[in-house]
C-alpha cells in the first residue's frame, strides 16, 4: 500500500475515533454524575408507594454515634437518606467508582447502626452495570436501597415473596410497646449509670437466649423462618435473641431513655455495647454476657461499664469499633 493511502486511512481512522469520543463524551455528559441526578431519573424503575411514614418513631438525632463520626458532606447525605428511609421510598445511587460505592454503603450503614429498628426493614444491594436497569449510560457502580421485612425468610428461595408494610408497622408497634413500657417503670431520681444499669436488667429479665429458627406457614401455605432472634424485635417483641439483638434491644432502650449507646462494637463472632457517661467518656457494656449464666435474678453486672483494657481480657473488637475512653472504675 502507498504511503499516500496508508496516511488517507490513517486520517480517517483518526476522525472516525474523534467522532465517536465526541459522541460518547456528549453522552456522558448528560448522563447523571451526582446522588441528586441519579435519584431524579427513578421514573425509569418501578418504585413501590407504600404510603407510610415512620417519622413518628421518637429519633433523638444527638445520640446518632456513627453520624457524627462522618464528615460534615456525609452527615448532609445522611440526612437527606435517613429521611428516605423513614417514608420507605426506594432509591438509588450512583457511583463512580467501586470505592465511591464502599464509601456510601458505610454512610447507609451509619443510619442502620444508629437505628437498630431501621434494620428491620431497609436493605441495600450493589450491581456493577445500571445501563438495563436504569437506562443511565456509562454509570458502572450503583446502589439500590429498598424495603423488606428482613427478619422473615422463606425456605424456598423460589417464592417471590413481596415486602408487607403492615406486617412491619406491627412490629414496630410491639418494639415501642415494649420500650414505653420498660421506660414508664424506671424509677425516678436514677442518676446515668443507674438508668443505664436499669435497662440492662430489664432486658435481660425480659430476653432468654436463643438461636432457634422457627418456622411458621403463611396464609398461602408457604413455609417461612422467622429470624426475629437475630434483629430488635426479638428480644423486645419475642424475648428471645442472640449477642447482636440483645446489642440492638439495649441501643434502642437506651435511646428511648434519652441515653446514648452504640451497638457497633464487635469482634469474633460477637456484638456488645457501648455507653457514655455524664462526663463524656465511654463504656463497654455486654448485655449478652450479663445474662449468663443464667441466675435466678436473671442477670450480673461483671461486663457492666468495662474499660477498654478489661473488655480486651476475653473480648477482642475489631479495629474499626468504638474504643472506650474511660478508665478502669472502683
Given at each position: 500500500m502507498k504511503k499516500g493511502k496508508i496516511f488517507t486511512v490513517f486520517a480517517l481512522l483518526l476522525v472516525l475515533a474523534?467522532?465517536?469520543?465526541?459522541?460518547?463524551?456528549?453522552?456522558?455528559?448528560?448522563?447523571?454524575?451526582?446522588?441528586?441526578?441519579?435519584e431524579s431519573t427513578t421514573?425509569?424503575?418501578t418504585t413501590p408507594n407504600y404510603s407510610i411514614d415512620l417519622s413518628y418513631l421518637k429519633l433523638d438525632h444527638s445520640l446518632e454515634g456513627e453520624r457524627s463520626r462522618l464528615s460534615e458532606e456525609d452527615q448532609k447525605l445522611y440526612d437527606k437518606w435517613l429521611e428516605k428511609t423513614l417514608r420507605l421510598e426506594v432509591f438509588y445511587i450512583h457511583a463512580n467508582s467501586t470505592e465511591e460505592v464502599d464509601h456510601f454503603c458505610d454512610i447507609l450503614n451509619a443510619i442502620d447502626s444508629d437505628y437498630p429498628e431501621i434494620?428491620?426493614?431497609?436493605?441495600?444491594?450493589?450491581?456493577?452495570?445500571?445501563?438495563?436497569?436504569?437506562k443511565v449510560y456509562y454509570c458502572?457502580?450503583?446502589?439500590?436501597?429498598?424495603?423488606?421485612?428482613?427478619?422473615?425468610?422463606?425456605?424456598?428461595?423460589?417464592?417471590?415473596?413481596?415486602?408487607?408494610?403492615?406486617?412491619?408497622?406491627?412490629?414496630?408497634?410491639?418494639?415501642?410497646?415494649?420500650?414505653?413500657?420498660?421506660?414508664?417503670?424506671?424509677?425516678?431520681?436514677?442518676?446515668?449509670?443507674?438508668?443505664?444499669?436499669?435497662?440492662?436488667?430489664?432486658l435481660c429479665l425480659m430476653t432468654e437466649y436463643c438461636e432457634d429458627?422457627?418456622?411458621?406457614?403463611?396464609?398461602?401455605?408457604?413455609?417461612?423462618?422467622?429470624?426475629?432472634?437475630?434483629?430488635?424485635?426479638?428480644p423486645l417483641a419475642q424475648g428471645i435473641g442472640?449477642?447482636?439483638?440483645?446489642?440492638?434491644?439495649?441501643?434502642?432502650?437506651?435511646?428511648r431513655a434519652g441515653l446514648w449507646c452504640s451497638s457497633n462494637v464487635y469482634g469474633y463472632d460477637h456484638r456488645w455495647n457501648l455507653v457514655k457517661l455524664d462526663n463524656g467518656l465511654t463504656y463497654h457494656v455486654d448485655p449478652t454476657w450479663?445474662?449468663?449464666?443464667?441466675?435466678?435474678?436473671?442477670?450480673?453486672?461483671?461486663?457492666?461499664?468495662?474499660?477498654?483494657e478489661e473488655i480486651e481480657e476475653d473480648h477482642q473488637p475489631s479495629e474499626d469499633s468504638w474504643v472506650a475512653t474511660g478508665t478502669t472504675l472502683q
Open positions: 474523534v467522532t465517536v469520543s465526541c459522541s460518547k463524551k456528549a453522552i456522558e455528559d448528560n448522563a447523571p454524575t451526582t446522588v441528586e441526578e441519579i421514573e425509569t424503575t434494620r428491620l426493614y431497609a436493605s441495600a444491594t450493589y450491581a456493577n452495570d445500571t445501563q438495563d436497569v436504569l458502572n457502580n450503583w446502589i439500590s436501597y429498598y424495603y423488606c421485612n428482613n427478619w422473615i425468610s422463606y425456605s424456598d428461595p423460589s417464592i417471590d415473596y413481596s415486602f408487607s408494610p403492615e406486617i412491619l408497622i406491627n412490629e414496630i408497634n410491639l418494639i415501642e410497646e415494649k420500650c414505653d413500657e420498660v421506660i414508664s417503670q424506671m424509677p425516678e431520681g436514677l442518676d446515668t449509670v443507674e438508668k443505664y444499669e436499669y435497662l440492662l436488667q430489664s429458627e422457627d418456622i411458621y406457614i403463611d396464609e398461602k401455605g408457604f413455609k417461612y423462618i422467622d429470624n426475629s432472634y437475630c434483629y430488635v424485635n426479638g442472640i449477642c447482636q439483638s440483645y446489642a440492638y434491644a439495649y441501643q434502642l432502650l437506651c435511646q450479663c445474662d449468663f449464666p443464667r441466675l435466678e435474678e436473671g442477670y450480673i453486672n461483671d461486663y457492666f461499664l468495662l474499660s477498654q
